[in-house]
């Protein structure tokens, strides 16, 4: 338990000081910084829609994106290019597939966590 604790208020830490490093854009004055809003996922335009390359992701996308999905997030704090989800998908299945993705992750992780014999 202290192990989280201690695990939690560093990550805590860590975000509070991203916050104050120099050289970023931001304008506190602009109201744009200055509010917060909570909208409801709609519709994507983009499904079924090709991407760049002319591909459409599908469910095996979905799976490896949602089995990267924490590294990616990690990667987008630094880089803004890189996004978590792919918004050029054919729908269902590709959400299916990273939401799969996302599950068999966090089951690895939980099991391999390993768990302490008490004598």
Not at 15 to 43: H, R, S, W, Y
Not at 44 to 66: Q, R
Not at 92 to 119: D, K
Request: proline share 7%.
């Amino acid at each position: 338990m202290r192990k989280i604790l201690v695990f939690g208020l560093f990550a805590v830490l860590f975000v509070m000081l991203a916050g104050c490093t120099p050289a970023t854009n931001a304008n506190p004055n602009d109201k744009a910084n200055t509010e917060i809003q909570f909208t409801t996922p709609g519709p994507n335009p983009e499904v079924d829609t090709p991407a760049e390359n002319g591909e459409v992701a599908g469910l095996l996308t979905g799976l490896w994106h949602g089995l990267i999905s924490v590294v990616t997030l990690i990667v987008s704090f630094f880089n803004p290019a890189v996004q978590m989800y792919e918004v050029h998908n054919n729908g269902p299945m590709y959400n299916l597939g990273f939401l799969l993705g996302a599950i068999v992750l966090f089951t690895i992780l939980g099991f391999s966590g390993g768990r302490r014999r008490r004598h």
